[in-house]
């Protein structure tokens, strides 16, 4: 267990709707990353934030936004939903907000929330 | 966005067998992390390498970065069927990953 809670762990939904993932970081840590997994694409960074400010942009797409709260989960919203979207969405979080050599800033992965666009 | 390409993409062997995979970039990191990832469950770190031409051992799993910052390996001794999952590599503090190469190893 990694400390890092995702839900929920299972979605199925139609094109077009909209879904609000939500995970809930190791205590302690303030920095969180989105990143999308597919078979064709791998895994994919889509966002960082620090301490409710975004730190770094990877592949996010414009119908893609994400948020951090003061208690510092963070929300990740996929609106108009693409059959394309359908992936493993996992969030991460750490200790730091660095994002150049992180040797003694461990990224911790959650398990996961498996989308299914249909 | 800075290209890692990882090989081979699936491996298939028997326990005790010995195997290396690879990550390779045209780019310069400055670190480089590998991570395992089992069915169902997220990427695990590994390692974090860091130096040209380090060499880091973690059990039966010996990892190099290579001399110029652009590669790296992972050799596993002596295979376990527990050694079974998604191995990744990432760069830039895990911004940046390779699609991974997939073991099996079967009793």
């Known amino acids: 267990d990694s400390g890092v809670t995702q839900t929920p762990k299972h979605l199925i939904t139609a094109t077009g709707q909209r879904v609000t993932l939500r995970c809930s970081p190791r205590?302690?840590?303030?920095?969180v990353y989105w990143y999308q997994q597919s078979l064709d694409q791998g895994l994919q960074f889509l966002i960082q934030?620090?301490?409710?400010?975004?730190?770094a942009k990877g592949n996010i797409l414009e119908r893609f936004s994400a948020q951090q709260f003061p208690d510092l989960h963070s929300e990740l919203n996929l609106s108009s939903l693409e059959l394309g979207d359908s992936a493993l969405y996992f969030c991460?979080?750490?200790?730091?907000?660095?994002?150049?050599?992180?040797?003694?800033?461990?990224?911790?992965f959650g398990e996961g929330s498996w989308l299914t666009v249909v | 966005t800075q290209l890692l390409e990882q090989s081979p993409q699936f491996l298939s062997i028997q326990e005790g067998e010995n195997l290396t995979v690879y990550c390779n970039s045209s780019?310069?990191?400055?670190?480089l992390q590998w991570y395992r990832q089992e069915p169902g469950e997220g990427p695990v770190l590994l390692v974090t390498?860091?130096?040209?031409?380090e060499v880091k051992k973690l059990k039966r799993l010996t990892f190099q970065f290579g001399d110029a910052r652009k590669d790296s390996s992972l050799h596993i001794t002596a295979a376990q069927p527990g050694d079974t999952g998604l191995y990744l590599c990432?760069?830039?503090?895990?911004?940046?990953f390779g699609k991974g190469t997939s073991l099996l190893v079967t009793p």
């Open positions: 990432a760069g830039e503090g895990a911004l940046n």
């Open positions: 991460a979080s750490s200790p730091r907000g660095s994002t150049g050599v992180v040797r003694g800033n461990t990224i911790y």
């Open positions: 934030y620090y301490n409710g400010e975004e730190r």
């Open positions: 780019s310069v990191f400055s670190s």
């Open positions: 205590s302690g840590d303030l920095s």
């Open positions: 390498v860091v130096t040209g031409g």
